[in-house]
T-cell receptor
Framework: DGGITQSPKYLFRKEGQNVTLSCEQN?????MYWYRQDPGQGLRLIYYSQIVNDFQKGDIAEGYSVSREKKESFPLTVTSAQKNPTAFYLCASRPAGANVLTFGAGSRLTVL | ELKVEQNPLFLSMQEGKNYTIYCNYS?????LYWYRQDPGKSLESLFVLLSNGAVKQEGRLMASLDTKARLSTLHITAAVHDLSATYFCAVDAGSGTYKYIFGTGTRLKVLA
């Protein structure tokens, strides 16, 4: 079945450590997105990528980095520069020319 | 910067009642989307509204878009417990960016 796989589902990190969240899709979608979800704040856009080897900052990119070396993969690194990284992270994808996002199941990051 | 606001943030209603969720956005856009999120789960697409005056209905939910007022509504008719979820609207920032900005979400609880 086609879909988006995010891993790990739960992740604990000590302060000062970088961590990478994986997002893989087998939908052959061109565009991929990372959102952060906090209670009461909805979803906020971190980074998005329309094509391979290209990506744009969203509204809260500081403290995060991404790469898009392959069409099916869009990993997100949460760096130690991110002051409040505890959140639920959602990856999404979209085929070229379409409007609707397909979301993964999410990764919950907790900083201890 | 595009801002998307939803109200109410929380809604508790009795089964069988009607209610409307509102989504206001701050800049010109003619593309608006509604998503549903069950607790601890990912988001799934409900409606895609692509022009002024667009109306879509699915079961007890009906969404509409007024681009001149920069307003979309999600109307719930004769609510049932299964509709309990968080509902998000999202707006395309426009100009071919495919950058989707989400509202804060409305957490709906339908009481039996």
């Amino acid at each position: 079945d086609g879909g988006i796989t995010q891993s790990p589902k739960y992740l604990f990190r000590k302060e000062g450590q970088n961590v990478t969240l994986s997002c893989e899709q087998n939908l052959n979608h061109d565009a991929m997105y990372w959102y952060r979800q906090d209670p009461g704040q909805g979803l906020r856009l971190i980074y998005y990528s329309q094509i391979v080897n290209d990506f744009q900052k969203g509204d809260i990119a500081e403290g995060y980095s991404v790469s898009r070396e392959k069409k099916e993969s869009f990993p997100l690194t949460v760096t130690s520069a991110q002051k409040n990284p505890t959140a639920f992270y959602l990856c999404a994808s979209r085929p070229a020319g379409a409007n609707v996002l397909t979301f993964g199941a999410g990764s919950r990051l907790t900083v201890l | 910067e595009l801002k998307v606001e939803q109200n109410p943030l929380f809604l508790s209603m009795q089964e069988g009642k009607n209610y409307t969720i509102y989504c206001n956005y701050s800049t010109t856009s003619d593309r608006l989307y509604w998503y549903r999120q069950d607790p601890g789960k990912s988001l799934e697409s409900l409606f895609v509204l692509l022009s002024n005056g667009a109306v879509k209905q699915e079961g007890r939910l009906m969404a509409s878009l007024d681009t001149k007022a920069r307003l979309s509504t999600l109307h719930i008719t004769a609510a049932v417990h299964d509709l309990s979820a968080t509902y998000f609207c999202a707006v395309d920032a426009g100009s071919g960016t495919y950058k989707y900005i989400f509202g804060t979400g409305t957490r709906l609880k339908v009481l039996a």
